[in-house]
């Protein structure tokens, strides 16, 4: 069974940067074609992917977020690791992270819970 | 950046009848070296993650019921529920994973009528 979770600071201030960690199991970052990515979601809107990381260590940014966005893996924790610099308020959502199963295709299944994430001073 | 536009925002459907969610891409999402279109369909329930339904525009992904259907090429693109369930209450998206900077549409919320 594939499972993923995210956990990190429930609320950071304008300008801190933010951690946020998704554990896996039941599958590793180290097999050919496997990615994790990240997705957040304000409040009652829509999805925003921001980043995703390969097996091999190759790194996808959303553009407009590429600045301010680090992706990094450790494979013997199975862990996958995003850090987002300079949070504002507008950055407060829910942040998940999901597998990506297949080489070739960008889809995600499954996905983890989710962590909220409040940016306020 | 791929935009990707659904319609309708909000929808409102019997149970036991048809519902039709469209997603748009700006530009073609079909890769022609395996011609293949490179757009999935998520359900999102309240307070749940994303749950992906649909991939490659037409594939059911593995335990999805078959009154879920999708159809498609190119641009345009149709997600389809073939007898409405109550517990199909629910967010719908569509993603594009033709460029590598995957993008969603708004969504599309469904209810019951």
């Known amino acids: 069974q594939i499972t993923l979770k995210e956990s990190g600071p429930t609320l950071v201030k304008p300008t801190q940067t933010l951690t946020l960690t998704c554990t896996f199991s039941?599958?590793?970052?180290?097999?050919?074609?496997?990615?994790v990515g990240w997705v957040r979601q304000p409040p009652g809107k829509a999805l925003e992917w921001l980043a995703l990381?390969?097996?091999?260590?190759?790194?996808r940014y959303r553009p407009s977020l590429k600045s301010r966005l680090t992706i990094t893996k450790d494979t013997s924790k199975n862990q996958v690791v995003l850090t987002m610099t300079n949070m504002d308020p507008v950055d407060t959502a829910t942040y998940y992270c999901?597998?990506?199963?297949?080489?070739?295709?960008?889809?995600?299944?499954?996905w983890g819970q989710g962590t909220l994430v409040t940016v306020s001073s | 950046d791929i935009v990707m536009t659904q319609s309708p925002d909000s929808l409102a459907v019997s149970l036991g009848e048809r519902a039709t969610i469209n997603c748009k891409s700006s530009?073609?999402?079909?890769?022609?070296?395996?011609?293949?279109?490179?757009l999935a369909w998520y359900q999102q329930k309240p307070g749940q993650p994303p749950k992906l339904l649909i991939y490659?525009?037409?594939t059911r992904e593995s335990g999805v019921p078959d009154r879920f259907s999708g159809s498609g090429s190119g641009t345009d693109f149709t997600l389809t529920i073939s007898s409405l369930q109550a517990e199909d209450v629910a967010v719908y998206y569509c993603?594009?994973?033709?460029?590598?900077?995957?993008?969603f549409g708004q969504g599309t919320r469904l209810e019951i009528k």
């Open positions: 490659w525009a037409s």
């Open positions: 993603q594009q994973h033709y460029s590598t900077s995957i993008t």
């Open positions: 039941g599958f590793s970052l180290s097999t050919s074609g496997v990615g």
């Open positions: 999901a597998l990506r199963p297949i080489a070739g295709n960008n889809w995600f299944d499954p």
């Open positions: 530009q073609s999402v079909l890769y022609s070296s395996d011609n293949k279109n490179y």
């Open positions: 990381i390969y097996w091999n260590d190759d790194k």
